[in-house]
């Protein structure tokens, strides 16, 4: 059982930028992949980024603007977002798995943390 924290989730203004942490604790290993998601008000929750030992992925949606990375010492995923939108505005998950190629539906999720931005 691995659980998930997110933590860095608030407001912030239009073109803003914020920093979501997620710390894995339990039955963890620097091989897991880890990755973010998010779910908006009446939208489904949509893939945003993963990233194992020797890949990345984005979505089309966020590319240039979030960047993923992990600190494996510390079993921490982070999500840097910069330029937000008001459309970056939801609710945050982060999720885990063994493999990056089961992202599609992971194993794990954290409870989830609120980004507001304000236009």
């Known amino acids: 059982q691995v659980q998930l924290v997110e933590s860095g989730g608030g407001l912030v203004q239009a073109g803003g930028s914020l920093r979501l942490s997620c710390a894995a604790s339990g039955r963890t290993s620097s091989r897991d992949a880890m990755g973010w998601f998010r779910q908006a008000p009446g939208k489904e929750r949509e893939f945003l980024t993963a990233i194992s030992d020797d890949n990345i992925y984005y979505a089309v949606s966020v590319k240039g603007r979030f960047t993923i990375s992990r600190d494996s010492s510390k079993n921490t995923a982070y999500l840097q977002m910069n330029s937000l939108k008001s459309e970056d505005t939801a609710v945050y998950y982060c999720?885990?798995?063994?493999?990056?190629?089961?992202?599609?539906?992971?194993?794990?999720w954290g409870q989830g943390t609120q980004v507001t931005v304000s236009s």
């Open positions: 999720a885990a798995d063994n493999s990056i190629m089961n992202m599609n539906r992971p194993r794990s």
